[in-house]
């Protein structure tokens, strides 16, 4: 087991650009969690996926803004037209959450992709 | 909505001594989970302990063991035997779609 992985581990970009990370989950995980945190702060839960389907968004997360799960495994982030305020750490996550009873899982964080935008 | 507070946003400890980090959370949830991540320097978050809400019985993984008060909605988290490598930014998560406090930094001295 190789663990939650993600690409890039930094990302340097000028306002309006767009970018994209992805994020490659614990294999046979079915949860796919995104989430941003910025400097002193604890993570802030964005989206999730449960296999493909896109369950919750948070209201953090503008139209700019856009998550992709295309076949159930690794997953996508993408920001378009960059603005200051996007700098920060995204973190993904990845849990295998049973489909009967009531346990959440652990989730199981990648090392980030630490976005500044310029 | 899910609360959690962390009121201690720095603490330090002389290895092998014990620390105690205190955590208080809010939810209308009947049934709960809470856990305790630590980031290292690093930043990669890495799960230290978690705990069941139904579960009486305070969880302990080695050195790490919790302080579960679900009356007070309190959730402590205490290191013995402190590690220079216990060095991070602990938070205090709970939730389906983790809402993190906003950390205490533990600094670990010889």
Redesign the interface.
Known sequence: DTGVSQDPRHKITKRGQNVTFRCDPISEHNRL?W?RQTL??????LT?FQNEAQL?K?RLLSDRFSAERPKGSFSTLEIQRTEQGDSA?Y?C?SSLERVVG???E???????TRLLVL | AQTVTQSQPEMSVQEAETVTLSCTYDTSESNYYLFWYKQPPSRQMILVIRQEAYKQQNATENRFSVNFQKAAKSFSLKISDSQLGDTAMYFCASGEKLVFGTGTRLLVSP
């Open positions: 969690y989430y002193g702060q604890g993570p802030e839960f999730y919750e948070s750490m973190l996550a009531p346990i959440q652990t989730q199981y964080f990648g090392p980030g």
